[in-house]
């Protein structure tokens, strides 16, 4: 079983930046697909950001598109999240995952988490 640690949540002021990473302990045959989810207080969690080892592919959740940076590094099994111009809207534990599909609507294995705090 491959095992995810996330790292780099923390608190930062609005427009802040802030970079997550993710280690995988493994890759395997079928986790073509690394990624970020998060969830907020009261809210279920939502899809953030994908990308595939194989293809290079990337894909973005609307809101974070162009203020958000995903990128890989293939022989570190890592990938990671550049967070620019943050507001508190992003504030939500940020979950890294891992899928066949680079909708990732579908998840073999997730991250305990890290947390972004955006202050206003």
């Known amino acids: 079983q491959v095992r995810l640690v996330e790292s780099g949540g923390g608190l930062v002021q609005t427009g802040g930046s802030l970079r997550l990473s993710c280690a995988a302990s493994a890759r395997t045959t079928y986790n073509y697909v690394m990624g970020w989810f998060r969830q907020a207080a009261g809210k279920e969690r939502e899809f953030v950001a994908a990308?595939?080892?194989?293809?290079?592919?990337?894909v973005y959740t609307d809101s974070v598109k162009g203020r958000f940076t995903i990128s890989r590094d293939n022989a570190k099994n890592a990938v990671y999240l550049q967070m620019n111009s943050l507001t508190p809207e992003d504030t939500a534990v940020y979950y890294c995952?891992?899928?066949?599909?680079?909708?990732?609507?579908?998840?073999?294995?997730w991250g305990k988490g890290t947390l972004v705090t955006v202050s206003s």
């Open positions: 995952a891992t899928s066949r599909i680079l909708n990732m609507r579908s998840i073999d294995e």
């Open positions: 990308a595939s080892w194989t293809s290079g592919n990337t």
